[in-house]
Nanobody, 119 residues
Framework: QVQLVESGGGLVQAGGSLRLSCAVSGRTFSAYVMGWFRQAPGKEREFVSRITWSGGSTRYADSAKGRFTIYRDNAKNTVYLQMNSLKPEDTAVYFC????????????WGQGTQVTVTV
């Protein structure tokens, strides 16, 4: 059974940092793309960043560029999202997701972790 389990969310002041983790299990993800998404109250879910599990190619939303870094630890089967210089508008539930490289749609999703940034 495929599982994606996020952790690392919390409450932080503006300008602070958090590191989110996504522990993956249940299959080999070498042919997968791992993504981070977020959903703020009253808003649609939006893409934040993604990384290919095998080659480590990354992509970021404009809102994340220069502040967030996505990376993975193959030995730990974990994908991370390092978030620096956090802003109140980064407040959202953050989700980890996975899709095959050949697909556009993310197939597997975690349960989400809350990030709250205060002024």
């Amino acid at each position: 059974q495929v599982q994606l389990v996020e952790s690392g969310g919390g409450l932080v002041q503006a300008g602070g940092s958090l590191r989110l983790s996504c522990a993956v299990s249940g299959r080999t993800f070498s042919a997968y793309v791992m993504g981070w998404f977020r959903q703020a109250p009253g808003k649609e879910r939006e893409f934040v960043s993604r990384i290919t599990w095998s080659g480590g190619s990354t992509r970021y939303a404009d809102s994340a560029k220069g502040r967030f870094t996505i990376y993975r630890d193959n030995a730990k089967n974990t994908v991370y999202l390092q978030m620096n210089s956090l802003k109140p508008e980064d407040t959202a539930v953050y989700f980890c997701a996975a899709r095959l490289i050949s697909r556009d749609e993310y197939t597997y999703w975690g349960q989400g972790t809350q990030v709250t940034v205060t002024v």
